[in-house]
Structure formats: C-alpha cells, structure tokens
T-cell receptor, first 110, second 115 residues
Framework: ETGVTQSPTHLIKTRGQQVTLRCSSQ?????VSWYQQALGQGPQFIFQ???????GRGNFPPRFSGLQFPNYSSELNVNALELDDSALYLC?????????FGQGTRLTVV | QKEVEQNSGPLSVPEGAIASLNCTYS??????FFWYRQYSGKSPELIMF????GDKEDGRFTAQLNKASQYVSLLIRDSQPSDSATYLC???????????????FGKGTKLSVIP
C-alpha cells in the first residue's frame, strides 16, 4: 500500500464529454504528479502540482487541466474527450526522494 | 528532447538466474533514476532509486548507474516466477529541492522467469 488513492478505478465516457479524476495523496506529501499510460507504453508525464500551483507540464493540450487542494488531494480534468484519451491515468505523490503511484483510473472513451 | 530507451523484451530467464535489465537516457543533466515494476493491469511499484554513479543494492536487487555513459541498469539475483512483470526505467528531470517528480519513462522491459 502506497497511501495514494485514486477514484474511480474504472470509467467509461463518450467522445466529447468531460471527465474528472481524483487523487488522495499520502500524508505529508505536498507534490502530486499525473501520468497517462496507454496500453503497451510507459507512463507519460501530464503535469505536476506543488503547494497548489502547477510547476511543470508535459506535452499535453490545455484541455488537460488540474487542481491541487490545501489537503494535497488533487483532480485531473479532461475536456472534449477523444478516443485516444483511453488509457490508465496514474497519480503519483512524493515528499522527498521517492514518488509513489496510486492504483490508477482506467478511462475508456467510446 | 528527453528520451529513455529500454529493450522491450520479452526477456526470459530461468528461475534462480540473474536477470539484467538495461536503460539509456538522453539528458545529461538528469540527476535521479528510478526502477519500477508493473504487473499486468496494475500501477507501477517503486523498486529502487539511484542518484550516484556506481552500484546500489537492496536485497535481491542492484541498480547500477554510469552517468558518463548515460546508462542505468537493474540486476535481479535469484529470479523468482513472482518477478515476472514489466520493469520501467524512469529519469527525473524535475527541479531538485521541491520534491519534483517529473519522470520520463521508458516503454518497459517485460521479464518472464521460467520455473
């Protein structure tokens, strides 16, 4: 158990819809990162939040957005869903030298 | 462009043998390196991280880093069938000091340990 919890675990959405994924970070971790992992690929960095501010972003369009709350929980929002957004979405929290992943949310866009 | 390359495998080793997993990276400025294990349908699980050149051992696992060659490896001694998984190499290019974890991952190497 990493202490990082994501919800929901599975989700099916229709193309064009919007989705919100949630992450509860491990106690004491003030950094949260989000990753997208397509089938057969390594995770790809979406963005990172540190003390409620975005402080790094990967090569993802603006329709991918996020929030971090004072209790260090976090949300990933994706607007105008596309079929290629189907993937495992991973949240990672860290508080020092290590980053630990939650169990992930499997998003299917149909 | 920050890239991390791994042999996709599959790598098959007999039970009890040493499995050797390799990874190269493109960004000479990278400071920290991670190995994750991922079972099918599950999220990545941290095995080890390494910052300094040389070897770092933890139980049956040894990570090796050579910054001059931009190469990092993971050795698994006495391989067990339960080690069968995909092993992901990750390089952290985030800012140091803020607990930054902007990881670039390789595609992973699939390891099969044959009983």
């Amino acid at each position: 158990e990493t202490g990082v919890t994501q919800s929901p675990t599975h989700l099916i959405k229709t193309r064009g819809q919007q989705v919100t994924l949630r992450c509860s970070s491990q106690s004491g971790h003030n950094t949260v990162s989000w990753y997208q992992q397509a089938l057969g690929q390594g995770p790809q960095f979406i963005f990172q939040y540190y003390r409620e501010e975005e402080n790094g972003r990967g090569n993802f369009p603006p329709r991918f957005s996020g929030l971090q709350f004072p209790n260090y929980s976090s949300e990933l929002n994706v607007n105008a869903l596309e079929l290629d957004d189907s993937a495992l979405y991973l949240c990672a929290s860290g508080g020092g030298t290590e980053a630990f992943f939650g169990q992930g949310t499997r998003l299917t866009v149909v | 462009q920050k890239e991390v390359e791994q042999n996709s495998g599959p790598l098959s080793v007999p039970e009890g043998a040493i499995a050797s997993l390799n990874c190269t990276y493109s960004d000479r400025g990278s400071q920290s390196f991670f190995w994750y294990r991922q079972y099918s349908g599950k999220s990545p699980e941290l095995i080890m991280f390494i910052y300094s050149n040389g070897d770092k051992e933890d139980g049956r696992f040894t990570a090796q880093l050579n910054k001059a060659s931009q190469y990092v490896s993971l050795l698994i001694r006495d391989s067990q069938p339960s080690d069968s998984a995909t092993y992901l190499c990750a390089v952290n290019w985030g800012r140091s000091g803020a607990g930054s974890y902007q990881l670039t991952f390789g595609k992973g190497t699939k390891l099969s340990v044959i009983p």
